[in-house]
């Protein structure tokens, strides 16, 4: 089968056109690290830049100075050739109160602010992190201060989260029960005479049953105050949906050489297609590889048990099991790499090796970093 | 027909948490199967609509309804359920107000996937509830119909505002049915008839994840269960040259010697690959050290633990009744 095209990271690094890096996949394959691997040795070429991480594992957090959540990039390093690291953590409730803020009047948004619903929704909504992770990376955009951000996205379920989340608010905001909720008031009442014709009564009798009349009158608030600043929002996420289209982005898709994880890498690849979100390529990381590759498994496991049946050698023959073990694992590694790339063959890919410790500092990210550039 | 030998005999409802892809759902499964063995009968729950359980019993994909899917060892038998919150919320609204017609016409409004986007407190409200109604449920004779009911929970993150219900709806509900449906759930949660298990890897992250999620229960005062170590590989070498190994010292000259009597290799082919082999050992007995590390984190949490092992070809249904085995040797069941 014919090798699918390396993936060259200190070209797309380099290529002062490259603005934005979305690192995307399964949870725990480490996006994060890459994101943040990417962004140091960015910096160290010689690019200002910013890391908008999502949910680094503490130690590393810590490592970059990311200790607070503070929703503002704080400098990590600034290495000799005039590069700068910048990195921060997304906060994103504030990120929400903050759009907030900015699209309604001062009344308002104290109303929406202080309203049970939004603080349930700003806080557990299952694609708020997804949204205000899209949201922020605008604003950062925006500013202009950095000539490259590189975004690492939250650990959905659904892959594609963070691109469908605003629809999905909005499709929310449309919904007939919200309508429902909010036609009364806003159409002075006639609409609410047309829904008393379809049965509005038993329909509002089933629903103060089930919720209460509190609950209703505290969502009949806040929809109607949400929905008169959505238009904004709207426009905002519209506006992040075209920047991620726009050809200074690149997506990298991150993946570990396991089956599920590698299914969703395909998924990716076929959704952005879809959107027509520009793929840069798949970052396989945490590939095991063993330093005696030209003893097969087979041989191994053969030589372990003669060694065995002969009661001779005994660590000689625990060693060539551990081997034969490693051995298969790297043979089922490279399958689901081969069947990712027979489905995929134009996709340019990289492997980094698994390290045999987490990576919680800038030694450890320099050292993806250079396995990332380096393959 | 409790076994008052296992760790949890007065257990009846077992929550199955953990990080994401840590194995919550296989060890939910396999947990069921060990609590049924020896004739009696347990519900297994899942409450995502991703129709894990019926995957991982290979079957097709199970509706909103208790039905019978495997028989544990020596007897007993597994039931399983996947709560879809609207046809629990359907089943709510008749049960408690006779209204079935109004339930339709509001899941029709898009009641569900209004509450699920909004105030997921609501949500969990209606799949705990039909969870915790399951553990209460009583026969004509007075007993429970279930011995035993596991549910496959959300992961760790969400766990402890999942559980909470009383507190995530308090906000939104203050007073009315949602309120007092919900001090019902919390009736039976926060009793010593419910254990909070955590599944996890030897691994930084879901180890971290795990007593976070742990300190994170105790707060809300909700009872803490075991911790189920999962994937854990076996390891082939003895200690003494794991040892020896971690401090750099692991000494090539015995596996030429081992390679050569074996045939493998002769000459300087043998002594390459002992020295490549050496650095396998060298790596292996690092990642050994660093496993027995988290270990030790995680006894500081200071809950019952058990370990099951990796399974080389994945999880089939005769991987499930091994994990099975396993727990109970271990007592967990
Ligand atoms: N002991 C084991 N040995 C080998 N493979 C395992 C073991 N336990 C789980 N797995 C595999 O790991 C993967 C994840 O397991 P599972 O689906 O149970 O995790 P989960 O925590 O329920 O995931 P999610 O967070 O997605 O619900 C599956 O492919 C499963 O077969
Ligand atoms: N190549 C690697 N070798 C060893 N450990 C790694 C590697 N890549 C990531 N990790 C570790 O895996 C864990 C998950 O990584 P993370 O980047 O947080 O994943 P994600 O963001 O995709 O959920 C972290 O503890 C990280 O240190
Ligand atoms: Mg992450
Ligand atoms: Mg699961």
């Known amino acids: 089968m014919k090798k699918p095209a390396t993936l060259d990271i200190d070209a797309i690094l380099d290529d002062q056109g490259t603005r934005i890096i979305v690192c995307c996949g399964a949870g725990g394959v480490g996006k994060t690290t890459t994101a943040a691997a990417l962004g140091l040795r960015a910096a160290e070429r010689g690019r200002c830049v910013v890391v908008l991480t999502v949910d680094p594992a503490r130690r590393l957090a810590q490592s970059m100075g990311l200790t607070e959540l503070d929703n503002t990039p704080r400098l990590v390093s600034s290495p000799e050739g005039g590069g700068q690291l910048f990195a921060m953590m997304l906060d994103m409730k504030r990120t929400f109160d903050e759009i907030i803020e900015a699209h309604a009047d001062p009344e308002r948004a104290r109303q929406i602010l202080s309203n049970p619903f939004y603080q349930s929704l700003s806080s557990s909504f299952s694609g708020t992190q997804e949204y205000m992770a899209m949201e922020k990376l605008g604003q950062l955009r925006r500013s202009d201060e950095w000539d490259l951000i590189i975004v690492d996205t939250p650990p959905s379920r659904n892959a594609l989260d963070f691109l469908d989340a605003p629809e999905r608010l909005g499709r929310f905001l449309d919904g007939r029960f919200i309508r429902l909720l909010t036609a009364p008031a806003k159409a002075g009442g006639r609409s609410a005479f047309r829904l008393l014709n379809a049965g509005f009564g038993l329909m509002a009798g089933a629903m103060t049953k089930l919720l209460g009349a509190q609950v209703i009158k505290d969502l009949q608030t806040f929809v109607s105050a949400l929905d008169a600043v959505f238009g904004g929002f709207r426009q905002r996420a519209e506006m992040t949906y075209q920047l991620l289209q726009a050809p200074g982005t690149a997506f990298l898709v991150v993946a570990a050489p396991e089956r599920d994880a590698m299914r969703e890498a395909s998924y990716f690849v076929e959704r952005l297609a879809e959107e027509r979100m520009p793929l840069a390529g798949l970052v396989v990381n945490r590939v095991h590889v063993s330093p005696a590759p030209a003893l097969s498994a087979a041989r191994s496991a053969a030589a372990a048990e003669d060694l065995e049946s002969r009661g001779e050698h005994e660590l000689t023959a625990a060693v060539l099991r551990l081997h034969a073990g490693r051995m298969q694992l790297t043979a089922r590694e490279s399958r689901e790499q081969e069947h990712f790339a027979s489905a995929h063959p134009t996709v340019p890919v990289v492997q980094v090796r698994a390290m045999s410790e987490d990576v919680h500092d800038l030694t450890g990210l320099r050292q993806i970093g250079d396995l990332l550039a380096t393959a | 027909m409790d076994s008052p030998d296992t760790d949890w005999a007065g257990v009846r409802l077992h929550v199955v948490t953990g990080k994401g892809g840590t194995g919550k759902t296989t060890v939910a499964a396999a947990l069921a199967l060990a609590l049924a063995s020896g004739g009696r009968k347990v519900l297994l729950v899942e409450v995502?609509?991703?129709?894990?359980?019926?995957?991982?019993?290979?079957?097709?994909?199970?509706?909103?309804?208790?039905?019978?899917?495997?028989?544990?060892?020596?007897?007993?038998?597994?039931?399983?359920?996947?709560?879809?919150?609207e046809a629990a919320m359907l089943e709510y609204m008749e049960m408690f107000y006779g209204m079935r017609s109004a339930g339709r016409a509001l899941t029709k409004m898009g009641i569900v996937d209004f509450a699920t986007t909004v105030a997921p407190g609501f949500r969990d409200v209606l799949v705990t509830g039909k969870t915790t109604e399951a553990v209460r449920r009583r026969g004509r004779n007075g007993r429970r119909?279930?011995?035993?009911?596991?549910?496959?929970?959300?992961?760790?993150?969400?766990?402890?505002?999942?559980?909470?219900?009383?507190?995530?709806?308090?906000?939104?509900?203050?007073?009315?049915?949602?309120?007092n449906h919900s001090e019902l759930v919390n009736n039976v949660v926060k009793s010593p008839e419910t254990a909070v298990h955590f599944v996890t890897l030897l691994e930084e992250m879901p180890v971290q994840e795990t007593l976070d999620g742990i300190a994170e229960l105790r707060a809300a005062?909700?009872?803490?269960?075991?911790?189920?170590?999962?994937?854990?590989?076996?390891?082939?070498?003895?200690?003494?040259?794991?040892?020896?190994?971690?401090?750099?010292?692991?000494d090539a000259g015995e596996l030429v010697l081992g390679l050569k009597a074996a045939g493998v290799a002769d000459g300087a082919e043998a002594t390459a690959m002992a020295e490549a082999l050496a650095e396998e050992v060298v790596e292996h007995a690092h990642r050994t050290e660093l496993e027995k590390a988290e270990r030790a984190s995680l006894a500081e949490a200071g809950l019952k633990s058990y370990e099951l092992p990796l399974l080389a070809d994945g999880v089939d249904l005769a991987g499930l009744y091994e994990l099975a085995e396993s727990m109970r040797t271990q007592g967990a069941a």
């Open chain 2, 145 to 179: 119909i279930y011995d035993a009911v596991v549910l496959d929970a959300p992961p760790t993150g969400r766990i402890a505002r999942f559980l909470n219900v009383t507190q995530e709806v308090a906000g939104l509900a203050k007073v009315g049915p949602i309120k």
């Open chain 2, 48 to 85: 995502e609509g991703r129709q894990g359980i019926a995957q991982i019993f290979d079957l097709p994909p199970l509706p909103y309804e208790e039905r019978k899917i495997a028989v544990a060892p020596s007897g007993g038998d597994v039931f399983a359920l996947s709560i879809d919150p």
């Open chain 2, 221 to 250: 005062g909700l009872p803490a269960g075991g911790i189920f170590v999962n994937m854990v590989r076996e390891s082939l070498l003895p200690q003494a040259a794991l040892d020896t190994a971690v401090k750099g010292r692991f």
